[in-house]
């Protein structure tokens, strides 16, 4: 079981390299978006880290950053993110399933529902929390597939659809992404360290 200790401000460390995040976001010829952002620990940091630890500290994660307003909650039948004061699921997901591929451990939720997807039988999409042991150290993926997003109306959405997806939703879910693998790695002991976002494997299609 891995645990945080107790928050002690620290002093960023200039000197120490920066912390590398690879992020890549594009929205494919089917409209749905895909989107991924990973990093790596020394395996010595990362012992005990599996997708439940991980999927939990995420769940904690978008709670916090959002200053309660979203609240993500266990239900019978998966999680949904609800918005404060309303009750209304932006999004939905089933139970998460468990994979196990190539060495990779991961959980996968698929998004069932919610404000924020389009209605009909369109592809919803699927959120996976994975963990990848790669010689000396362990690879913390974040990956959404196949989402189709209800700000882009439909399978051909308009110019003005995708700026406004791009700025908006597809914008927050970088930044959440981005920060809560920067905190994971200084909590588990890499210090406070600049972070360079590198370009990510993915993919090709339109950059949102």
């Not at 239900?75 to 196990?100: H, M, N, Q, V, Y």
């Not at 039988?121 to 690879?139: D, I, K, M, Y």
Request: with cysteine; charged share 25%; glycine share 8%.
């Amino acid at each position: 079981m891995v645990s945080f200790p107790a928050e002690v401000p620290m002093p960023r460390n200039d000197a120490a390299p920066p912390l590398e995040i690879a992020c890549r976001q594009v929205l494919l010829e089917d409209s749905s978006v895909f989107s991924v952002q990973w990093t790596t620990l020394p395996r010595s940091l990362a012992a005990g880290v599996t997708p439940d630890w991980f999927l939990d500290r995420y769940l904690a994660w978008i709670r916090s950053f959002t200053l309660t307003l979203v609240r993500p909650c266990r239900t019978d039948d998966g999680i949904e993110f609800r918005l404060a004061g309303t009750g209304k699921s932006l999004l939905s997901f089933t139970a998460p399933r468990r994979l196990r591929e190539a060495g990779e451990e991961s959980l996968s939720l698929a998004i069932c529902g919610g404000v924020l997807v389009q209605p009909g039988p369109s592809r919803r999409g699927e959120l996976a929390f994975a963990v990848t042991p790669e010689r000396e150290e362990v690879r913390l993926t974040i990956r959404l597939g196949d989402y189709s997003p209800r700000l882009l109306g439909t399978p051909s959405p308009s110019r003005l659809r995708k700026i406004l997806y791009r700025f908006t939703q597809a914008a927050i879910h970088k930044v959440v992404t981005i920060r809560f693998l920067a905190r994971i790695c200084r909590k588990l002991g890499e210090g406070s360290r600049a972070v360079r976002v590198i370009r990510g494997e993915g993919p090709q299609g339109e950059e949102i």
